[in-house]
């Protein structure tokens, strides 16, 4: 169960140290990361020299209580945005919290290594002194020491320490399921694994260090949007500097006070004050979705995507295909056929070259074979096999196998090109068996496309977002999984600079790209696009390359990080709109006031019938810093995202936020206003 990752926004504890923060955070080498609030900080400072310059007997600047009243203010103000961005981050640190109560000193069992053998001394030392390059075993009820790669055996693993999941997983040499986590536990049979991090440099070491927030950096967005805040807030203080002349030539004297609230109130304080917290609050939500973003620039850019890239096995199909017939060709005997599959299998570590001795029914060590090397699989022959005595057998993709038969100057028989069609255009994968250059058969393995795939796939399509399969198969094969699983396009027969090729074509025409991958060969790839998302059960180089890492292994997880990037870029996007909105309710609680007296026509710009100029500058400026507080759940949840469409979200977020936030100071400010009279 993940209880740890649905906690309530509000728990007592998070409240309290963020309440504590809130007061740290006012420290001025903290807020001028805001230019927003820290012009705010300095309004306050000198509401604090204005209250002490009055009660040494100044008359000029109105009453102690009223200026007091303002500074109070300003400073709950300060303390309410301080107490947003602690909040977000106080949510970071529980996780991070709960992650150091996994990562502990645990014994290993290091073993050596010497040539090819393991040697059975075992040396029994903390984890910390495990260095990469070094290896280990564990066996049932063993606490995973540091992260590895096994190198040898397989093993049911207890990860829910760090996924919250508490459903076991399968790990194993060999493929790209082999790499295991610090801090997870073996639940049943023995592993050799390869430490493949320092100490400290452990993938929980840098899990802690992310949802600390120590690692983040303010994304693209994030700086644009400061900058333009700082624009803004100069222009107010060019405006209310400007304001001075005006008084004076009306003949109306503002007190200092008045103009503190009005530039108080026209800056953008709302976005101001909750930026930090959206964008701390989209990594957090990430994690939530057991996704580790390594930055928040990569959420963020998935919020933009045009091109996603997909794996077929275990992506788009249930992975792990499985041979489900033998095709012998014409005038070969089956069992001597079946024998060759087997043999060019004995090296094939994949879950499809096991899935084929399976079918053989046959053991092969009973096969007396002298000096055997083997052939493993490669992404360049796409072919594996072995080779004995005078004997080469070959197992491999249709089209790589028909090169090496017509090379060795055969012909390759009609018949087992039919059954290769027949077996590509039932959406199977055909592998075709040679024996020293001549056709013996072709195995069928198929797959199975994932349930509810297609509607995933179009929910994508309406966000605007391109889905590319990848796969090793032949085009026919790759057709036929593509038309039924609903994907825009595919590249079939790939290999790892196929990958890269594509999504630098891609990125050339100025489109941003995904991959999702879990292998060694995908780290290219990973590294090349703009949000690389790697299976925490894949390799230590995919983990690596990309700039995400999903813990649940689930390869359609990209749709909900798609999502959850929209709903980033949408909430501050949407907050923005509003806080912006809402300073022109404020322009006209407070111009008003200021020059009333003098200029009686500013009455018909009192629309909202506020009762007097101090309380529609205490009404503003108190309206100012509730409604911070009050949008800190929509700033740490999001907004709801829905795959409508970019101008369908636009004009709706518009409607919402834009006419919302000139609607609700009005209504907000004039019930202020008629509290504070009560109080006047």
Same mark, same amino acid.
């Given at each position: ?269 709302? @976005? ?120 080469? @057998? ?185 806080? @912006? ?100």
């Amino acid at each position: 169960m993940k209880s740890n990752r649905k906690d309530g926004l509000f728990k007592k504890d998070l409240v309290m140290e963020a309440v504590k923060q809130s007061f740290v955070k006012l420290n001025p080498k903290y807020q001028f990361r805001n230019p927003v609030m820290f012009t705010v900080e300095i309004g306050t400072v000198v509401m604090m020299f204005v209250c002490a310059w009055i009660l040494s007997g100044e008359t000029s600047q109105g009453s102690f209580a009223y200026n007091l009243i303002i500074f109070l203010i300003l400073l709950v103000t300060l303390l309410f945005a301080n107490f947003a961005e602690a909040l977000a981050e106080a949510r970071g640190k529980a996780q991070a919290a709960s992650l150091r109560k996994t990562r502990q000193d645990t014994p290993a069992k290091k073993i050596q290594l010497i040539g090819e053998i393991f040697m059975n001394e075992v040396h029994v030392v903390p984890s910390s002194q495990l260095v990469k390059g070094d290896y280990f075993y564990c066996e049932a009820g063993d606490i995973i020491p540091t992260d590895g790669e096994i190198i040898e055996g397989i093993a049911t693993i207890d990860e829910s320490a760090i996924t919250g999941e508490s459903a076991p997983v399968i790990r194993e040499s060999g493929g790209d399921k082999s790499s295991v986590t610090g801090g997870t536990k073996v639940l049943s049979d023995k592993i050799k694994v390869k430490v493949t991090t320092e100490p400290g440099e452990s993938f929980l070491d840098k899990m802690i260090a992310l949802v600390e927030g120590a690692s983040r950096q303010k994304t693209p967005n994030e700086i644009a949007l400061t900058i333009l805040l700082a624009g803004f807030t100069l222009v107010f203080i060019i405006v209310c500097v400007t304001l001075q002349p005006f008084a004076a030539y009306a003949k109306t004297p503002i007190p200092i006070s008045a103009y503190i609230s009005l530039f108080v109130c026209l800056i953008p304080t709302t @976005i101001g004050g909750l930026l930090s917290a959206i964008g701390i609050s989209g990594m957090d939500r990430a994690l939530r979705a057991n996704v580790i973003a390594k930055s928040g620039k990569a959420v963020e850019t998935a919020g933009d995507l045009d091109v996603l890239l997909l794996d077929k096995t275990g992506t788009i199909t249930i992975g792990n295909r499985k041979a489900t017939h033998f095709y012998a060709a014409k005038g070969i005997d089956d069992t001597h056929f079946i024998k060759c599959a087997v043999l060019s299998s004995m090296a094939d570590d994949t879950p499809e070259g096991k899935s084929i001795i399976e079918l053989s029914a046959l053991n092969p060590k009973n096969f007396q074979v002298d000096q055997p090397k083997y052939i493993k699989f490669s992404a360049e022959t796409r072919s594996s096999g072995i080779d004995f005595g005078n004997t080469k @057998i070959r197992k491999g993709a249709y089209d790589s196998i028909k090169t090496m038969v017509e090379k060795g100057g055969n012909i390759f028989p009609q018949g087992t090109a039919d059954d290769v069609n027949k077996i590509s255009s039932n959406g199977g994968t055909p592998l075709v068996v040679i024996e020293n250059n001549m056709v013996l058969g072709v195995i069928e393995l198929q797959d199975i496309i994932k349930t509810g795939i297609f509607e995933r796939f179009e929910r994508l399509r309406k966000m605007g977002v391109k889905t590319v399969m990848v796969t090793g198969d032949n085009p026919l094969t790759a057709k036929y999984i593509a038309e039924k699983a609903g994907v825009d396009d595919f590249i079939a027969e790939a290999k790892p600079e196929d990958k890269m090729s594509y999504i630098r074509r891609e990125q050339a025409t100025g489109k941003l790209v995904a991959m999702m991958g879990d292998g060694t060969n995908d780290a290219p790839a990973l590294a090349q696009a703009d949000v690389g998302v790697a299976m925490n059960s894949g390799t230590a180089a995919a983990k690596e390359a990309g700039n995400m890492v999903d813990l649940d292994n689930d390869p359609t997880k990209l749709i909900e990080i798609v999502e959850i990037g929209k709903q980033l870029l949408m909430t501050r996007g949407t907050l923005t709109t509003f806080s @912006i909105a809402n300073d022109v309710a404020k322009y006209f609680a407070i111009v008003p006031a200021l020059f009333i007296a003098s200029i009686p026509a500013l009455q018909r710009i009192n629309i909202m019938s506020l009762h007097s100029p101090a309380s529609a500058i205490l009404s503003a400026i108190i309206f100012n810093a509730i409604i911070i507080p009050l949008l800190i759940p929509l700033a740490l949840k999001g907004v709801a995202y829905k795959p409508i469409g970019a101008s369908a979200l636009l004009r709706r977020n518009l409607l919402v936020y834009g006419v919302g936030g000139v609607l609700v100071p009005f209504i907000g400010i004039k019930l202020i206003d008629m509290a504070v009279t009560l109080f006047m």
